[in-house]
């Protein structure tokens, strides 16, 4: 692990934001109520999925925007990207174009920074089929997708788990998204450190009073513990202590500045000095001490065999919040085959509910190190696999996910930094800056929406 203080360095100046740290480890091991799958742990098992024969024949080319962690310029064929050959998406298009000879799958790699804008300006070019996050869809989007709600009425089989991620996608009452990625939050611990210490293991119904138990007897132990402290990372947990980000309609002003939601920011501020403190960000020492870990699942560490998984904690009150960081496919309304796009996403998922959350820890996991590292330890992968098909059923999207920037992404919005967090022990001080933070993120949403102070238009708008 000589590599690693320089890797964080590297990192820290490409993210450039003040205080951000790379992302802590993620792995499994035995957790109770869990049953192994015999499907599960395969890099080709969504490629190999037997679909019914439709009988229906279909020609021509169908053009998917993806997000992509290494951005092409030009389209591209399913395996036109050779440090790609194993991502499920991939695989599984070619799987679709051999089940219809006469179609081309050709994708194109979509990115806020890089040429989304473009595709708003001439929305000629936009693909038929898109990848989006949710704020994607539903703010500078908004007017160029098409409903999906009769096709989803029509698919009886995606009743049950996966319906909940549709509707967690929804806008104006309508889906106009359907879940294909869902990255939520999870815990990770290393085993041998709670064997040999004698430290009471984290598990499913465990609180946060007993997050901050256990990790103040690491501490002690000589270990560090590592709570996501990115701005996504936090919104379960003000939700457990009773606070939110935003209101019904997606307004963060009166809502994450509410007394409710200042008050969780006290209480999340006290527990955050408790287990953690403002020289540890960054600290490539104490990182490497991290015996206690809470962040998304796809974050693999170098200590993967030595890691087992747990949920996240519950709030008082019994029940478990988290969040995910959510992407979906859409149908534009420039697509000139809607039919096929709509064949393509049936394919894509799956006919019933449990092929569609299978299908989105799959795709979520990609061609990560991830999947790959735990590839080598198959019961870990698969514990790992099982509670995300739980977990995300009770994930609806992160409030602060607006541009999809990485799989990780930290938030493309205004942002504090992780050593502020400290001083909202001060509820004085907690109100003041979050009903700042509040008006900051919502210029910036208005901004993002495509509609700005000066009266310039675009998709949608924040109401």
């Known amino acids: 692990m000589a590599f690693l203080p320089i890797l964080l360095a590297v990192v820290l100046t490409a993210c450039g934001l003040e205080g951000i740290v790379p992302r802590p480890d993620s792995g499994t091991e035995g957790t109770e109520g869990i049953k192994p799958r015999s499907d599960t742990g395969k890099l080709d098992g969504i490629a190999l999925r037997t679909v019914p024969d439709t009988g229906k024949t279909f020609t021509g080319t169908l053009r998917v925007g993806v997000h992509s962690k290494q951005w092409m310029k030009d389209p591209y064929p399913p395996d036109g990207k050779w440090y790609e050959p194993y991502h499920p998406m991939k695989t599984r298009s070619k799987a679709f174009m051999e089940r219809y000879p006469g179609v081309m799958i050709e994708f194109v790699d979509v990115d806020y920074d890089k040429n989304f804008k473009q595709l708003l300006q001439d929305p000629s070019q936009m693909p038929d089929v898109m990848e989006l996050t949710v704020n994607e869809a539903r703010l500078p989007m908004r007017d160029h997708l098409i409903s999906l709600a009769d096709h989803v009425e029509d698919m009886e089989g995606w009743q049950g788990d996966y319906m909940k991620l549709i509707e967690f996608a929804e806008f104006d009452g309508e889906p106009y998204l359907l879940p294909l990625t869902s990255n939520p939050v999870m815990t990770f611990y290393i085993v041998d450190i709670f064997d040999n210490f004698g430290i009471e293991k984290p598990r499913e119904g465990w609180t946060w009073d007993d997050f901050v138990r256990i990790s103040r007897q690491l501490i002690d132990a000589g270990f560090s513990v590592w709570p996501g402290p990115f701005v996504n990372e936090i919104e379960p947990i003000i939700n457990a202590f009773g606070g939110r980000y ?192 509040a008006k900051e993120v919502e210029s910036y949403a208005e901004v993002f929406a495509g509609t700005d102070a000066s009266g310039g238009s675009g998709g949608g708008t924040t109401e």
């Open 246 to 437: 935003t209101d019904e309609r997606g307004r963060f002003v009166g809502a994450m500045d509410s007394p409710d939601t200042v008050n969780a920011f006290v209480w999340y501020a006290e527990m955050f000095s408790a287990v953690t403190t403002p020289d540890q960000w960054p600290n490539p020492v104490v990182f490497e001490k991290r015996a206690l870990t809470i962040d998304r699942a796809t974050r693999v560490a170098q200590d993967y065999l030595r890691v087992a998984v747990a949920p996240i904690p519950d709030a008082a009150d019994g029940r478990r919040y988290n969040n995910s960081l959510m992407t979906g496919l859409a149908i534009t309304k420039h697509s000139r085959q809607p039919e096929l796009a709509w064949e393509y996403i049936k394919f894509m998922l799956g006919e019933s509910s449990e092929e569609a959350i299978d299908a989105v820890v799959d795709y979520t996991f990609g061609d990560t190190v991830t999947f790959a590292a735990f590839g080598r330890k198959p019961e870990t992968l698969e514990e790992l696999k099982q509670w995300m098909r739980h977990e995300i059923t009770i994930s609806p999207p992160a409030s602060f996910d607006f541009a999809w920037t990485d799989q990780y992404r930290p938030s493309s919005t205004p942002f504090r930094p992780f050593k502020q967090y400290y001083e909202y022990v001060d509820a004085g001080f907690a109100q003041t800056d979050l009903s700042l933070w």
